[in-house]
């Protein structure tokens, strides 16, 4: 699950979030760990500009800091950037924030990246908004190279080109898992020719199989043989019957109709959903958290219903 709290997008923020602690955020990651999710996530902006601070709101915490702090005070959950957008910053810079992550958390970290939205961020840290697509791609080439096992990785692009630098620590992990995200058909096809797993974007049930398909195709054009992760972003969830309006769209009920329910994902040849839970506080999410865990989870490797 991408956390609450860390963004608070009107898209999707509950409204008990705006007074939300760092403790409630810490809370919700032990949720997490101690409930069997596969990962906790955090996404990335520097800054919003006054015409979407109203919609897209101001708060966004930094990834690398934020999945840091609960790195510590968690044992198992997996931390994912979703989505990093490494065309704010030089390739190095990104692989010494992220490779130091994954030293500290013992191998835990998960790469999401993407290419951004925002032209104001970029044209204020001088980064190239018209041209981020090409960029975005080199970048991934120089991040391979640069969270590699080399303590002087080597690199050179029409962009970014490094040698003879060193970098200490090196990332726990032999190859950082790099997840792309988005679902343009740039973001498709970077994400089949260049990523070890894909992040849609918001695609509902019924566009992600061709969304899928044109994945797999690509990827087989481009002769990469590594299997690829693919991902999805469920709708809301509540687990058991609310006694207040979660929205029309909120899948709500008993545990064994939401697995049913959530292994159609998987019939698509998804492989992880993202979950996000409708609540009225921290303590109803990780109440609603632990019941997904305990009661919704065991059934989604059910192949006989």
């Known amino acids: 699950m991408q956390l609450p709290i860390q963004s608070q997008s009107a898209l999707y923020a509950e409204p008990w979030e705006a007074s939300a602690t760092p403790a409630d955020l810490a809370r919700i990651a032990r949720a997490a760990d101690r409930s069997g999710f ?23 915490y930094d990834p690398v ?26 390739p190095l810079i990104t692989a010494k924030q992220y490779a130091t992550l994954d030293h500290l958390s013992g191998g835990r970290l998960i790469l999401g990246l993407g290419a951004g939205h925002v032209r104001e961020e970029f044209e204020a840290v001088g980064a190239d908004f018209d041209g981020r697509g ?49 679902s343009s058909p740039a973001a498709v096809r970077r994400a089949a020719v260049r990523g070890d797993g894909w992040l849609p974007q918001g695609d509902p049930r019924d566009r992600l ?19 690829i992760v693919i991902g999805a972003i469920t ?12 929205g029309r769209r909120t899948l709500a009920g008993k545990p064994e109709e939401l697995a ?34 305990a009661d919704v989870a065991p059934h989604l490797d059910r192949s006989d219903q």
């Open 134 to 182: 090409p960029v975005l791609d080199e970048t991934i080439d120089a991040l391979r190279a640069a969270l590699g096992p080399e303590e002087y990785p080597e690199f050179a692009g029409e962009r970014f080109s490094f040698g003879g630098l060193g970098q200490l620590p090196r990332p726990a992990q032999e190859r950082v898992p790099v997840w792309v995200g988005g």
């Open 235 to 246: 709708e809301p969830l509540y687990v058991g019957e609310p006694g207040w309006p979660v």
């Open 65 to 90: 800091a934020t999945l840091a702090y609960l790195a510590g005070i968690t044992e198992r959950v997996l931390l994912l950037s979703h989505v990093a957008v490494v065309g704010l910053r030089h």
């Open 209 to 227: 199989p061709a969304q899928i398909a044109r994945v797999r195709e690509l990827r087989a054009e481009a002769g990469v043989e590594e299997p």
């Open 260 to 293: 049913a329910s959530l292994r159609e994902y998987a019939a698509m040849g998804v492989h992880q959903i993202q979950v996000r839970f409708r609540s009225r506080s921290a303590a109803e999410l990780t109440d609603q958290m632990a019941a997904f865990g």
């Open 38 to 60: 596969a990962y906790i996530a955090s996404c990335d902006h520097i800054a919003i500009p006054r015409r979407l601070a109203e919609g897209m709101s101001t708060v966004w």
